[in-house]
């Protein structure tokens, strides 16, 4: 019986597929149809993807902590008002706060994972809410996005300084966030750099987290560009570089 792809006994002519929540003729042929199917495929994904897996013969919903009826599918279930609650919850919660939720939701392990604080934690909304909240959690997040938006640190312990825009910022967690966030300056600029090197094979990781660094580099041509606007979108549209994506 095919448990791994949610295969088990029905009856003495039937099994069911609890990821799809049908009965199937008990047959090998009618199995394997079935879970080589795009339905099936479909189930499979969405079920990795959204915390339901197995659990004593049932399918079960770790975030909605509920065991699905038995003829719900994956997908009948992740479109209940519960499910996308808790979804869109989550989703709000650890935005931009470095939480991976990828291996609970695939069910390798029953926590998430903070990778700012290098920490595991409950999935408990409450649990989570009050970790992204506190004074720890919202420091380390500000050291990840320092070298993600070209802001160094200086002699004066008070400021911090963005060569983005080429000034200082009270070197606290509100103006830190609230210049990367809403500084017009820094998000147009970031916005039109993104959009000039997407696709393009050209970074600009080296030159947001090196003080001194003046260039991106483009891995295609191998080659570095002064990093500003002008001279990347001429980068990108030159022929030499087009060229190379033929």
């Known amino acids: 019986m095919k ?37 099936h495929k479909e189930n499979v994904m969405l079920k990795m993807e959204n915390g339901l897996d197995i659990l004593n013969e049932n399918l079960y919903c770790k975030p909605c902590n509920q065991v699905v009826d038995e003829d719900g ?23 931009g706060e470095f939480i991976k939720l990828e291996s ?56 911090v300084f963005c060569k983005i825009c080429n000034i200082y910022i009270e070197n606290t967690i509100g103006s830190v966030l609230q210049h990367i966030d809403d500084d017009e300056e820094h998000v147009v600029w970031l916005a039109e750099i993104d959009d000039l090197i997407d696709g393009q094979d050209v970074s600009i990781d080296r030159y947001l987290a090196n003080e001194y660094e003046i260039n991106a580099f483009c891995k295609k041509c191998e080659m570095d560009i002064l990093c500003d606007a002008q001279n990347i979108e001429s980068h990108v549209h030159s022929e030499d570089h087009l060229n190379r994506f033929v």
């Not at 479109?79 to 919850?89: I, K, L, P, Q, V």
């Not at 938006?149 to 004066?156: A, D, L, P, T």
């Open 3 to 39: 448990k791994g792809y949610g295969i088990i006994p029905s009856s003495k002519t039937r099994v069911r597929c609890l990821f799809c929540g049908v009965h199937i003729p008990k047959a090998n042929r009618c199995i394997d149809q079935h879970t080589n199917g795009a339905k």
């Open 104 to 159: 609970y939701l695939s069910s390798e392990r029953d926590d998430v994972r903070c990778d700012a604080c290098s920490v595991d934690l409950s999935s408990s909304l409450h649990v989570i809410e009050k970790h992204v909240n506190s004074v720890k959690h919202r420091n380390r997040v500000v050291e990840r996005l320092k070298p993600l938006n070209g802001i160094f640190s200086i002699e004066n312990d008070d400021e």
């Open 73 to 95: 599918s994956v997908a009948d279930h992740i479109d209940t008002e519960s499910h996308c609650n808790w979804r869109a919850a989550m989703e709000d919660l650890t935005e």
